[in-house]
């Protein structure tokens, strides 16, 4: 099969021909119709990220079963629709039994060096972590299925309630972009997001920001002048150093901090200031099954409408460039690769 194949940092991304995989048990091969570039990508090809020659990357994919292994759950066949959390487990233990197969101490992670990604014609998933594509769902939504499950599982690590509530969010890619889409989803009172990129702002005003503010700017005096108040609730979405102890500066008293951005460097903050205004602060990473479903349960009923996140959909042969022109500040949103 053809694929997009990661071999050293500073390199792009290599297209060749690698052997096709093959299901295990209780897995099966999908054809990938669509998969999109996360950030974790970008990362996984730099000197501080994970360095694996040979890597097949791409964990954002949607597809249709073409081979199944042996012992494969019951109702899935040849030719079925569907998205997959990025993850192998093993299918036993209680995280895979409730449907978190990040949590098994034994999975592998598909796309970032475990098992080859969604950069090729076919990659192989475990059905207990799949999910069935219904036909209202497109190929295009189907691949924004894992990011939006991302930052719905930010929204849902909330523990001081959101419907009413004054948000900032900081930044406006993909993933910030679908946290204001899940905030003023589940009822917050103003969804307010910070962002450098003036196009990427504007695209927040689409996706259930309220406002908008300069993130070069004084943040805390721009979100007062457009709400009257505190953020009560901020959402990292970002991932770069600095945006925690940001967050804290911003904060008011008995504030929550949700941090959703993915930073894969060392990091500092004064926990002091934290304690000073008894903030409560949250990690999150991936998702849960559950989160997959909802997603495709809103999908399906057109509760929401996200293809516009969608900026460019190429080739093999686009995609190299395209790849490494994200690792500058850029105007695009989500990048779809079209087997």
């Known amino acids: 099969m053809k694929a997009a194949v990661f071999r050293e940092a500073g390199k792009p991304l290599a297209i060749e021909t690698i052997p096709d995989p093959s299901p295990e048990a209780g897995e099966a091969i999908i054809r990938v119709r669509h998969c999109g570039v996360c950030g974790t990508d970008l990362h996984a090809t730099e000197d501080h990220g994970r360095k694996a020659g040979g890597m097949v990357?791409?964990?954002?994919?949607?597809?249709?079963?073409?081979?199944?292994?042996?012992?494969?759950?019951?109702?899935?066949?040849?030719?079925?629709?569907?998205?997959?959390?990025?993850?192998?487990?093993?299918?036993?233990?209680?995280?895979?039994?409730?449907?978190?197969?990040?949590?098994?101490?034994?999975?592998?992670?598909?796309?970032?060096?475990?098992?080859?990604?969604?950069?090729?014609?076919?990659?192989?998933?475990?059905?207990?972590?799949?999910?069935?594509?219904?036909?209202?769902?497109?190929?295009?939504?189907?691949?924004?299925?894992?990011?939006?499950?991302?930052?719905?599982?930010?929204?849902?690590?909330?523990?001081?309630?959101?419907?009413?509530?004054?948000?900032?969010?900081?930044?406006?890619?993909?993933?910030?972009?679908?946290?204001?889409?899940?905030?003023?989803?589940?009822?917050?009172?103003?969804?307010?997001?910070?962002?450098?990129?003036?196009?990427?702002?504007?695209?927040?005003?689409?996706?259930?920001?309220?406002?908008?503010?300069?993130?070069?700017?004084?943040?805390?005096?721009?979100?007062?002048?457009?709400?009257?108040?505190?953020?009560?609730?901020?959402?990292?979405c970002v991932g770069v150093p600095g945006m925690i102890a940001k967050c804290t500066e911003l904060a008011p008293y008995g504030g929550e901090i949700i941090v959703v951005g993915f930073c894969a460097q060392p990091d500092t903050f004064m926990p002091a200031f934290a304690m000073a205004k008894e903030l409560s602060m949250n990690f999150v990473i991936a998702q849960d099954k559950a989160d997959f479903q909802f997603v495709v349960d809103m999908l399906a009923a057109g509760r929401i409408d996200v293809e516009g996140l969608v900026t460019d959909v190429l080739t093999f042969e686009q995609f190299p460039a395209a790849f490494e022109a994200l690792r500058k500040p850029t105007s695009q949103c989500k990048i779809l690769l079209e087997p």
């Open 57 to 236: 990357m791409g964990h954002e994919f949607c597809g249709e079963i073409v081979a199944l292994g042996k012992d494969t759950p019951a109702g899935w066949k040849e030719g079925d629709r569907l998205t997959s959390l990025p993850f192998i487990g093993c299918g036993r233990c209680a995280a895979c039994l409730l449907g978190k197969p990040w949590q098994c101490a034994t999975k592998l992670i598909i796309g970032l060096g475990d098992v080859g990604g969604g950069f090729a014609e076919y990659t192989r998933v475990h059905l207990n972590s799949a999910v069935a594509l219904p036909d209202p769902v497109s190929w295009k939504s189907g691949a924004l299925v894992e990011p939006l499950a991302v930052s719905l599982h930010g929204v849902r690590a909330i523990r001081k309630g959101l419907a009413g509530k004054n948000v900032l969010v900081i930044g406006a890619g993909p993933i910030g972009l679908t946290t204001a889409l899940w905030c003023s989803f589940f009822g917050a009172r103003h969804v307010i997001v910070s962002e450098l990129d003036p196009g990427r702002a504007q695209m927040a005003l689409r996706y259930g920001a309220t406002g908008l503010v300069d993130a070069t700017g004084d943040v805390g005096a721009q979100f007062r002048e457009l709400t009257g108040a505190e953020p009560e609730l901020i959402m990292e």
